[in-house]
């Protein structure tokens, strides 16, 4: 009996039959696995997009210093937002889900203070020693 279970599993048919069989049962749920995480991926973009569409900290034309490089807010888009770095004259494009991984500073609009200067831009520090006067003492 053992003999005749092998000969008929070793049928070329039989095994076709069988792997399409298994394919067809499990292809559906492989395509369904497929389409739901493009589709969270989609969605959680889409929320991105429109949470930095909607949002009051971000301007078009806003100067901004993304990690230490001053950068112009040039494009909002619901997928993308694109800033132009005024250091190289390039642009770079970045996800909106992506812009939280990024150090984002912005002069707040009452208080401008001059950019602080990275190691020798100004030249040396003045540096001035200040000593006290000593006044004699008077006794009373």
């Known amino acids: 009996m053992e003999t005749n279970l092998v000969n008929q599993l070793s049928d070329p048919a039989v095994l076709e039959g069988a792997g399409k069989a298994l394919l067809n049962e499990w292809v559906w749920l492989f395509v369904a696995g497929v389409a739901v995480l493009l589709f969270r991926e989609l969605i959680q973009e889409f929320a991105a997009g429109l949470s930095v569409w909607f949002s009051r ?4 034309d806003e100067i901004v210093f993304l990690n ?3 950068a112009r807010i040039a494009r909002i888009g ?10 190289r004259n390039t642009t770079m494009r970045i996800k909106n889900t992506n812009l939280g991984d990024l150090t984002c500073e912005k002069v707040l609009a009452n208080h401008q203070p001059e950019y602080l200067p990275k190691g020798s831009e100004k030249g040396p520090m003045k540096v001035m020693l200040v000593e006290e006067e000593t006044k004699p003492r008077t006794r009373k």
């Open 78 to 87: 619901l997928r993308e937002t694109t800033f132009y770095l005024t250091d």
């Open 57 to 60: 900290q971000w301007a078009v």
């Open 68 to 70: 230490g490089r001053q």
